[in-house]
């Protein structure tokens, strides 16, 4: 059974950064797609980043282009998410994310392996 850690959340000011980190407790083969969800209070959980490990094709909702940066590590058992420009329509529960779907971030009830989420709150 896969398991997922995440690290990096926490409390940050309007403006400003913050990086999330998942650790995956073994490799993350070609045929699955990686990446990160968030879920804010009273919200549906949404795809906010994702990466097809095959062909490293990479997804952005909308309301996070330009500000947020997905990558992994060259051994697919890491990857992170830098989070730039934060507001407080950016504070949720980020969890990262496990899938053999594709688009894993258009599907979250398809994905295989959760993370437990770390909380990111942004004040204003």
């Known amino acids: 059974q896969l398991r997922l850690v995440e690290s990096g959340g926490g409390l940050v000011q309007f403006g400003g950064s913050l990086r999330l980190s998942c650790t995956a407790s073994t490799f993350i083969s070609d045929r699955y797609d990686i990446g990160w969800f968030r879920q804010a209070p009273g919200k549906e959980r949404e795809g906010v980043a994702c990466i097809r490990s095959s062909n490293g094709y990479t997804y952005y909702t909308d309301s996070v282009k330009g500000r947020f940066t997905i990558s992994t590590d060259n051994a697919k058992i890491a990857w992170s998410l830098q989070m730039n420009s934060l507001n407080p329509e950016d504070t949720a529960v980020y969890y990262c994310?496990?899938?053999?779907?594709?688009?894993?971030?258009?599907?979250?009830?398809?994905?295989?392996?959760w993370g437990q989420g770390t909380r990111v709150t942004v004040s204003s």
């Open positions: 994310a496990v899938a053999r779907v594709h688009p894993m971030c258009a599907r979250p009830e398809l994905v295989d392996f």
